[in-house]
């Protein structure tokens, strides 16, 4: 009888566990600072000032703060994940990775593949070329006919370049800072990447500039598995909330002079 009633205490135990543990799993403010679930964020460090490894070897920027409070909010801890950037959707699809952050811009095409939360961010895609270039506008580089443009590979400006201008045109690189040092010894004509990762280039190598005219404009986004609303719907509510608070802007005028 003792037995049994012992018995019947630990399943009481386990049951009451189990809900604990059920209670966890819905709704946008799970605040629960003894978590130890991760929230898994696929990123490509080498987009300044979004993402980037810090001179300590960590990660930093605007998406890596952004999300470590949305993380927070959600009562997970963060980890990130440094991969190419076209590898990103694909592990976001497959649930390798929970979230892809990474300043990238929403399109139709990954719509077909992904969710995308509410915009946190504009992007606006540029030309950089090097200083005192005969180039002073996108049509002066279409009119080049062996014109070659530098892009970094599956990124918008790949996929927009390749479509007015054509792949033979196009030089691909594994990430932008590559492109950008095609440029600089020479390999390209010029090359198209998101305009604050274009400043931040420009600043960092001596001889390059940034037309005037914006080349396309975009919205950044977080991209999540499309069975994955629940994770969606806690993302956005987060957003909103660092949104309405002014926390968003904050990051954002910490890393981009006005
Ligand atoms: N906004 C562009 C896109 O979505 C480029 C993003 C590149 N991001 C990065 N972290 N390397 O295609």
Redesign the pocket.
């Known amino acids: 009888m003792k037995r049994i009633i012992k018995i019947s205490a630990v399943i009481l135990a386990l049951v009451m566990a189990i809900g604990s543990l059920c209670a966890c799993g819905n709704g946008t403010s799970t605040e629960n600072p003894s978590a130890t679930e991760k929230l898994v964020m696929a ?2 460090a ?2 300044p000032p ?2 980037y490894v810090d001179d300590n070897g960590g990660f930093a920027g605007i998406d890596v703060e952004i999300a470590g409070l949305i993380a927070e909010k959600l009562g997970l801890t963060l980890e990130i994940q440094d991969v190419d ?1 076209g590898s990103i959707i694909g592990g976001v699809q497959s649930g390798k990775f929970d979230i892809g952050m ?4 929403v399109t139709d095409v990954r719509l077909e593949s992904v969710n995308f939360s509410t915009s946190y961010a504009k ?1 606006i895609q540029s030309i950089i070329v090097p200083e005192g270039s005969e180039f002073k506008s996108f049509d002066d580089l279409s009119a080049k006919a062996d014109v070659k443009i530098g892009v ?1 590979q599956d ?3 790949d996929i927009y370049i390749t479509d007015d201008l054509g792949a033979d045109h196009v030089i691909q690189y594994k990430t ?1 800072n590559d492109a950008v040092q095609a440029l600089v010894t020479g390999k390209v004509d010029a090359v198209v990447i ?1 305009n604050e990762p274009a400043k931040s280039y420009v600043a960092s190598n001596e001889g390059l500039t940034i037309l005037d005219t914006a080349y396309k404009e ?1 919205n ?1 986004a977080i991209c999540v598995a499309k069975e994955n609303t629940d994770l969606l719907d806690a993302i956005n509510g987060a957003l909103a909330e660092l949104t309405a608070d002014g926390t968003i802007d904050a990051i954002i005028a910490k890393y981009i002079a006005a």
């Open positions: 990123t490509n080498s987009f979004y993402e950037f990474a300043g990238m811009t992007g970094q990124t918008t400006g932008g998101d975009e950044y």
